[in-house]
């Protein structure tokens, strides 16, 4: 099973290339065009929804081990 996330905007923003080495894709990971659609008239009030995807998710909390904390951290202030 995947899951996927989403973000909703109302500015385009850049895809991310499939080769890229961001710690943030923002493009078609998993979802398809419709899965999108869907995503966008149920959940948003945006006029654009992205999938957002990156290794291993964002986990940031005492549980984790400080290198995961430290990377999710890089992926949360990139997101934003």
Not at 60 to 78: D, Y
Request: charged fraction near 20%; proline fraction near 1%.
């Amino acid at each position: 099973m995947s899951l996927a996330s989403y973000i909703g905007c109302n500015v385009e923003l850049p895809l991310s290339s499939e080769d890229s080495n961001d710690v943030l894709l923002i493009g078609n990971s998993f979802s398809e065009y419709y899965h999108r659609l869907n995503v966008k008239k149920y959940q948003f009030t945006t006029c654009l929804v992205y999938e957002v995807s990156t290794d291993w998710g964002i986990d940031i909390s005492i549980h984790t081990n400080s290198e995961v904390n430290a990377v999710s951290k890089k992926k949360f202030i990139r997101l934003c």
